[in-house]
C-alpha cells in the first residue's frame, strides 16, 4: 500500500502501521527484530516513537538507546501535543514525498522525519531551558542523520525535509507551516551579525536543493527558491528566485491567499 488516504488521522495511520508492520515481519526475517524492539503491533504511539528514535540515533550503542527512549517517553508523556506534531509530520511525508511507500517506510527509514521529530523534543527541552540535553540531541541527530538543526529554532507544521543530507537551519531562524527544504539547504548567518541572525522562511515555501539562504531576511509566503541559488537579500512572496546571488525569475500575478504564515 503507497499511503495513508488524505483523510486519514493520527489513530488510523498507528493501526496501520501495525498491520503493515504484521507484513513486514512476515517477508522479511531481517525486520522481525526491528518490528519486535519497538513493538509496532501492540505498543501506543509515544512508546513506537520514542523506540524508532533512541535506536536511530543511539548507533548500536544499547545502553544509549535505552537512556534515549527514557528521555523521549518523559518529554512525549508530559507535554501530548508533541505527539500529534509527530504524528503530523508522519502524514506530511505519507502525503507529498512520491518516494515514501508506506508509513511504516517513513516512519523506519526516513532520517528527514527522524530529524525533524528529533528537533521537536530538543525544542522542547531548550523551551524547558534543559539547554545541554537539548543541545546533546542536536549533536547525536547531526553526527547519525547528517542533518544539523538547533534546538532553539521553531518549525512550524507540516514541513517536509526531503533527503535531508546535509540541512542546516541555525539558531535564530524561523521555519513556518508547510515548507519543504530539500537535501543540502542552509538557514544561516552572514557571519558579520550577532543576535537575531538568521532568516524567516514563512508558509509553503520551497527551498531547492543546495539553496543558501543567509542572515536575518525573509522569504515570503510561498516563494520558491532555485536549487543552488545563494539568497542575500528578502525574498517577495509568490515569486521564484534564482542565481548567484538570487533574483526574482518569475512572479505569480494572482498568488493564492488564505494561507496562514
Known sequence: MRAVAAGSAGADVWTEIAWLAVAAAAD?????HVVADARLMEAAPDRIVAAVLARRLAGGDTELAAALRALFLEILEAAPHLLREIENDLLTVVRRDP????????????????????????HRLWQEERFDM?????????????????????????????????????ETAVVGNNVTILQGVTLGATGKQRGDRHPKVRAGVLLGAGALVLGNIEIGT??????????????PAHCTVAGVPARVVRTRIDPPVGLAA
Do not use: F, N, W, Y
Open 134 to 170: 537539548a543541545h546533546r540531541l542536536g549533536g547525536l541527530a547531526s553526527a547519525a542523520l547528517g542533518v544539523d538543526i538547533h534546538p532553539a529554532a521553531p518549525i512550524g507544521r507540516g514541513v517536509l525535509l526531503d533527503h535531508a543530507t546535509g540541512i542546516v537551519i541555525g
Open 222 to 235: 510561498m516563494s520558491k527558491v532555485g536549487a543552488g541559488s545563494v539568497v542575500l537579500s528578502a525574498v
Open 28 to 32: 522479511e526475517p531481517v525486520l522481525r
Open 99 to 122: 518516494a515514501c511507500r508506506s508509513p511504516l517506510h517513513a516512519l523506519l527509514d526516513l532520517k528527514g522525519l527522524h530529524a525533524l521529530q528529533t528537533h521537536r523534543i530538543a
